[in-house]
C-alpha cells in the first residue's frame, strides 16, 4: 500500500479515485465525490490534504484531512458533513490504513482521528492497540420494506390519531394541502431561495444559522443539489396549504438509500399544526409506494420526533488512531475520568 498526499483543492482534478472507492462500498450520498467537492469550495481554508491510498488491485482508501495541530490530524468535517470524509475497500484493515497515513504525514503524528463514523459504512473496530473509537451519536432510519399501510399501523396511536386530526381541520377550513417533488437541476436553486424563507422565518435566524442563498451554507446546498440532480441523486419536497408553503426536506439519494439532510417548516403556522410531520407521512407513502428506496436515513441525533416514526436506531462512532499504543491507553483513561460523574462526599 502506498499513501500520497496532495493539496484538497485538487479534489476535483482528482476524483476519479474516490469515485472508484465511493462506487464499490454501500450506497452514501454524503461520500459522493459531489458532496466533497460543494464541502471543500465552501468551507475548505487551504489547509487541508487529500490523501489517496492504492495497492497492487487500485484505489483502497481515501480521505480529507485538516491539521488540528499539537501533531494530529483529523477528517474535514464542516457542520454541513454528517459522516466524516472517509472511504475504504471493504474488508481491509482500518487501523493499518491508518498506520500507513501516519508514516506518510508531513512532519512528527500522534494522532489522526476519523469522526462521525457510521458502522453501515465502515465496520466498528475492536479497541486494541493503536487504535481506539468511541461513541458519537444514536441515529434513526426508516425501513422501506412491505406497504405503507403496514408500517402506518405500527405507529403510536398518538401520531396516526393526531395528523387525522389535523387533516379534518384542514378540510373543514378548506385548505387544500399539496406534496411537491423537485428533483431537476433548474429547480434547485428556486427551492434554496424558498428553503432559506422558511429557515429565516425561524429560529435558526435567531442562533444565526439560517440557511441563505448569499451565505456559504445557502451556496454549498445550491451546488450540492444541483450537481446530485444532475445525475439524478436530488429531491426536494415542498409542502402546500393552499398557496403558501410550510415545509421543505431536502434530501439526496443513490442506489436504494435516501438521506433527509435538512427540513424546515413554517413556524407561524401555530401549535396545532404540524406542516413538517403532515409532509413527512405523504413523503413516506409516496416511497413506500415508489418500491425503490430500502432505507430512509437522518443521519442526525436521535430526536422525539424521530422515534414516532421508527424504532430503528445504531450508533455513529469517532476512531483514533494513535502513534503509540501507551498513548491510546493514556487518552483513554483521561476521557474515561473525564466522563466518570464527581464524588459525593458527606458531611461539611
Known amino acids: 500500500m502506498k499513501w500520497r498526499l496532495f493539496p484538497a483543492a485538487r479534489f476535483d482534478e482528482l476524483a476519479v479515485h474516490w469515485a472508484t472507492l465511493h462506487a464499490s462500498g454501500p450506497a452514501a450520498p454524503m461520500l459522493a465525490p459531489a458532496f466533497v467537492s460543494a464541502l471543500l469550495a465552501q468551507f475548505g481554508t487551504g489547509r487541508e490534504l487529500l490523501a489517496l491510498c492504492e495497492d497492487r488491485a487500485g484505489p483502497c482508501a481515501a480521505t480529507v484531512l485538516a491539521p488540528q495541530g499539537g501533531g494530529r490530524w483529523a477528517s474535514f468535517q464542516p457542520a454541513q458533513a454528517p459522516l466524516g470524509l472517509w472511504l475504504q475497500r471493504p474488508r481491509l484493515g482500518t487501523g493499518d490504513l491508518l498506520a500507513g497515513l501516519a508514516g506518510a504525514l508531513p512532519r512528527f503524528v500522534l494522532q489522526i482521528g476519523l469522526a462521525q463514523c457510521d458502522p453501515l459504512l465502515l465496520p466498528r473496530p475492536v479497541d486494541g492497540g493503536r487504535t481506539r473509537s468511541l461513541d458519537y451519536i444514536d441515529t434513526a432510519w426508516i ?104 415545509a421543505m426536506d431536502l434530501c439526496i439519494l443513490e442506489r436504494d438509500t435516501i438521506v433527509v439532510l435538512k427540513t424546515a417548516y413554517d413556524e407561524a403556522v401555530g401549535n396545532a399544526l404540524s406542516p413538517a410531520l403532515l409532509m413527512r407521512e405523504e413523503a413516506l407513502r409516496s416511497l413506500f409506494d415508489e418500491e425503490r428506496f430500502a432505507r430512509v436515513e437522518f443521519y442526525g441525533r436521535v430526536m422525539d420526533w424521530h422515534t414516532r416514526w421508527t424504532d430503528q436506531v445504531r450508533t455513529l462512532y469517532h476512531l483514533n488512531h ?27
Open 143 to 246: 425501513d422501506v420494506e412491505g406497504s405503507f399501510d403496514a408500517y402506518w399501523n405500527a405507529r403510536g396511536k398518538n401520531l396516526r390519531s393526531n395528523l387525522k386530526k389535523q387533516r379534518k381541520r384542514l378540510d373543514a377550513e378548506r385548505i387544500a394541502t399539496r406534496l411537491e417533488v423537485l428533483a431537476q437541476p433548474r429547480q434547485m436553486a428556486e427551492a434554496l431561495v424558498c428553503y432559506g424563507q422558511l429557515e429565516r422565518a425561524g429560529w435558526k435566524t435567531r442562533e444565526g444559522t439560517a440557511v441563505d442563498a448569499a451565505n456559504a451554507q445557502g451556496r454549498f446546498y445550491a451546488r450540492m443539489l444541483e450537481d446530485f440532480a444532475e445525475a439524478g441523486g436530488a429531491r426536494v419536497y415542498r409542502y402546500w396549504f393552499g398557496h403558501r408553503p410550510v
Open 322 to 348: 494513535y502513534r503509540w499504543p501507551a498513548l491510546a491507553r493514556l487518552h483513554a483513561l483521561l476521557q474515561d475520568s473525564a466522563a466518570a460523574p464527581p464524588a459525593i462526599h458527606n458531611g461539611a
